[in-house]
């Protein structure tokens, strides 16, 4: 079998492969040999050499396409927007690439069911993510947009809120009527933080099925 000699390379066979099965199959049905059947000749060897689990793909493919989108360079240049509308973009812009929406909502499961994915979930939620919300949120509050007091601990609590109390697989919802209270409670809460993101606006196109999941945020 030919073998590639650029190790980023093959990398990015693998993603691509993994990525195109993820988006066809789903996660939980796709199996390493699927994805190795995929990479156009590479061996099963050089699948291993660049990650040792399914759910290292997983989370360096989620990491990549969030890179690609990259929705905080992308606002950070803005100046005719304030800080409040720079969080709003944010949330808008990944909702842009349907390809991150469907990983996105694949690793409800995914961190259900593997202690492991959900301590990498939290730990980019703590880190990561926090610090970048952190510094809309502060400047929001320096051009008056936002209300709130503490912008590192506003960040943490909107994360917190926003993904991972209203994820079903970790907080099971009874009904749709359940559901639809729980966004709703959130919003009152993430109001009174002084950070109104979740505005009539955005509500209008939240979509919740049957089992009170919230599915997408319609373009």
Not at 55 to 62: D, N, P
Not at 172 to 191: C, G, S, T
Request: glycine share 4%; proline share 4%; with cysteine.
């Amino acid at each position: 079998m030919p073998r590639n000699k650029y190790p980023e390379e093959t990398e990015q066979i693998i993603l691509d492969a993994a990525l195109k099965l993820f988006i066809e199959k789903g996660y939980e049905q796709t199996t390493i040999l699927d994805i190795v059947d995929e990479m156009g000749g590479l061996t099963r060897g050089a699948f291993y050499h660049h990650f040792k689990t399914k759910e290292e793909v997983f989370f360096a493919l989620t990491d990549k396409l969030f890179n690609d989108i990259d929705p905080f360079a992308k606002i950070k240049v803005r100046t005719d927007i304030n800080g409040l509308e720079k969080i709003k973009l944010t949330l808008q812009i990944l909702n842009e690439s349907e390809e991150y929406a469907v990983l996105h909502f694949q690793i409800l499961p995914l961190i259900d069911s593997s202690p492991t994915a959900f301590k990498i979930y939290m730990e980019k939620q703590r880190t990561f993510l926090a610090s970048k919300y952190a510094e809309l949120i502060e400047e929001g509050i320096n051009d008056g947009s936002i209300k709130a007091k503490y912008p590192k601990l506003t960040a943490e609590l909107f994360l917190l809120i926003c993904n991972v109390w209203m994820m079903p697989t970790i907080y099971p919802q009874e009904n749709e009527a359940e559901a639809w209270q729980r966004f709703n409670l959130a919003k009152d809460i993430v109001d009174f933080l002084g950070l109104p993101v979740l505005d009539k606006a955005l509500t209008s196109h939240v979509v919740i099925n049957d089992q009170g999941i919230v599915v997408e945020v319609k373009k």
